[in-house]
């Protein structure tokens, strides 16, 4: 089975990922304050541990971005 390459985005795209993930990082943290306040709390715990999943992305979009080389 031959793979096919994959093409790796470039700096400007990473960072509009990055950009995107961190949007959707603060979305997910106002639904999740909405979500406790309403005392759903298991609801409200899934979906900060998304925001912080988009965090993650976010970082790593950036990293790889100020890693030289």
Same mark, same amino acid.
């Given at each position: 089975?031959?793979?096919?390459?994959v093409r790796?985005?470039? =700096?400007?795209?990473?960072? @509009?990922?990055a950009?995107?993930?961190?949007?959707?990082?603060?979305?997910? +943290?106002?639904? !999740?304050? *909405?979500?406790? =306040?309403?005392g759903q709390? @298991?609801?409200?715990?899934?979906?900060?541990?998304?925001?912080?999943?988009? +965090?993650?992305? !976010?970082? *790593?979009?950036?990293?790889?971005?100020?890693?030289?080389?």
């Amino acid at each position: 089975m031959v793979k096919e390459a994959v093409r790796v985005p470039d =700096g400007g795209e990473l960072v @509009a990922i990055a950009a995107a993930a961190g949007e959707s990082a603060a979305s997910k +943290l106002t639904a !999740a304050t *909405l979500l406790l =306040g309403a005392g759903q709390w @298991a609801e409200a715990f899934c979906t900060a541990a998304l925001g912080f999943e988009e +965090l993650g992305k !976010a970082y *790593l979009c950036i990293t790889i971005v100020v890693i030289p080389g």
